[in-house]
């Protein structure tokens, strides 16, 4: 049974960088049939995707986000993180690591979400 | 972009009955990038349907996908306590490849 766990700090200044990284336990992130991606949940709202990466490093990243998002993967650690720039109180969410399986483009498996609140 | 829009916003159904989830697509998408979550409250999201059709594992055949174009359905038949939850529909495409609808509300 494929698990993810984000983990990080949940309280970030604005105008900092907000760092997370999700742990995969139970399956390889070095797989071809799948990206890992990050998906955000501001409160009492829907999802927004925020971007995935590959186990090759290839990443893609919501143009919402105007390039304020960069991800890593770690296929030693089977971790990949996320780090997001230039934080506002518009970042404040619960942020989820979750799998997308690749060709049919859905997400299969989450993390249970780590609520992030950006505030001085 | 592509704008999945959900109707109703909130369905308020009793157990036992059949509940009719709607997802509009601005544009036409292939009904292979169609799928479906449910969130309870305080829960990540889970995965109900893919493929606009195709149950995920573990997930009863109460629950039903349908659809293609740019209409699409979930339908929830015998409905059980634990289905009144928050369900989503998201697409796979062009930027910014995967987008959700913003969601339709089951209570009882």
């Known amino acids: 049974q494929v698990q993810l766990q984000e983990s990080g700090p949940r309280l970030v200044k604005p105008s900092q960088t907000l760092s997370l990284t999700c742990t995969v336990s139970g399956g390889s992130i070095h797989s071809v049939d799948h990206y890992w991606s990050w998906v955000r949940q501001h409160p009492g709202k829907g999802l927004e995707w925020i971007g995935y990466i590959y186990f090759s490093g290839a990443t893609y990243y919501n143009p919402s986000l105007k390039s304020r998002a960069t991800m890593l993967v770690d296929t030693f650690k089977n971790q990949f993180s996320l780090w997001l720039s230039s934080v506002t109180a518009a970042d404040t969410a619960v942020y989820y690591c979750?799998?997308?399986?690749?060709?049919?483009?859905?997400?299969?498996?989450w993390g249970q979400g780590i609520p992030v609140t950006v505030s001085s | 972009e592509i704008v999945l829009t959900q109707s109703p916003g909130t369905l308020s159904l009793s157990p036992g009955e059949t509940a009719t989830l709607s997802c509009r697509v601005s544009e036409s998408v292939s009904s292979t990038y169609l799928a479906w979550y449910q969130q309870i409250p305080g829960q990540a999201p889970r995965l109900l349907i893919y493929?606009?059709?195709s149950r995920a594992t573990g997930i009863p055949d109460r629950f039903s996908g349908s659809g293609s174009g740019t209409d699409f359905t979930l339908t929830i038949s015998r409905l059980e306590p634990e289905d009144f939850a928050v369900y989503y529909c998201?697409?796979?495409?062009?930027?910014?490849?995967?987008?959700f609808g913003q969601g339709t509300k089951l209570e009882i």
């Open positions: 998201q697409q796979f495409g062009s930027s910014p490849r995967y987008t």
């Open positions: 979750a799998r997308d399986v690749y060709s049919y483009f859905y997400f299969d498996y």
């Open positions: 493929g606009a059709s």
